[in-house]
């Protein structure tokens, strides 16, 4: 595994460099969707990336945000889980929220986990067993177990939409933070003591950072309660995620039920 990782580190790091060569200079905007853009650099970022991993794995499967999914990838044992860049419309708005996130996956399960942000230079670091580390230093979650004391880290979307408002007395402080991996990475690293989701999140949004929780010593679960596998048909996660030390999350999950 450490070739792979060893591999994954440097992706990332040259993703990084070539969102950086679009970041508040000039790129090309597309609509997915509803409030879903994309942008040239997001492809040129998948591009790089599948060539790189899977030109030296090319036995894995392959599932990211900015690629036409394919079903080949359910019968392979190894899968990469990407998102080339997460936290697009922070790009967009030239806010250093965003990162290159990369995981594989091992039978459902995150094995290993890499998050970059090219802005910051942190590199979020995680294999199964082995720990988490930040910039080559060992991390540990938030052993924060009182909600009141509790600083939480939400979606900046969900914020404006006012979804939060029912939230704001249980609580001692909200940060809201774009990119959903790099707020998993941050929680992870002890900057805040819990992340929330209120909404349906995707596989590629948090299989890197889950790794990367789950060797901090915390856990992330999707709002029902339930443990979260990858590499699956119905990428979407529903009806959210929460994420956080083992008695933090249970002392809180049933104020989103």
Not at 145 to 155: F, R
Not at 173 to 198: H, P, Q, T
Not at 212 to 223: F, Q
Not at 232 to 252: D, H, Q, T, Y
């Amino acid at each position: 595994m450490k070739n792979e990782l060893k591999l994954m580190e440097t992706a990332a790091r040259n993703a990084g460099a070539i969102l950086l060569k679009y970041y508040k200079s000039h790129y090309e905007i597309y609509d997915k969707g509803y409030h879903n853009p994309v942008t040239t650099a997001d492809y040129a970022s998948d591009g790089f990336l599948k060539e790189t991993l899977m030109g030296a794995y090319p036995d894995y499967g392959w599932l990211s945000e900015e690629t036409a999914d394919s079903p080949e990838r359910y019968d392979k044992d190894r899968v990469w889980v990407v998102d080339p860049l997460d936290g697009t419309k922070e790009f967009i708005e030239g806010i250093p929220h965003f990162v290159v996130s990369i995981a594989l996956v091992e039978n459902g399960q995150p094995i290993l986990g890499v998050l970059y942000n090219p802005v910051t230079e942190e590199l979020f670091v995680a294999e199964k067993g082995e720990g988490a580390t930040l910039n080559g230093k060992s991390i540990t979650c938030s052993k924060e177990t009182n909600l009141a004391n509790c600083v939480v880290l939400k979606s900046r979307s969900e914020t404006r939409k006012g979804l939060w408002d029912p939230y704001k007395d249980k609580f001692k402080e909200f940060r809201s933070i774009g990119s959903v991996a790099y707020k998993l990475g941050l929680m992870s690293a002890n900057k805040a003591d819990l992340f929330v989701a209120l909404r349906t999140k995707y596989e590629w949004d948090i299989c890197a950072a889950h790794c990367i929780i789950r060797e901090s010593r915390a856990i992330l679960l999707d709002l029902n309660g339930n443990d979260i596998r990858y590499n699956k048909e119905n990428v979407a996660i529903s009806p959210g995620i929460i994420a956080g030390n083992p008695i933090l999350v249970r002392n809180s999950l049933h104020l989103f039920n």
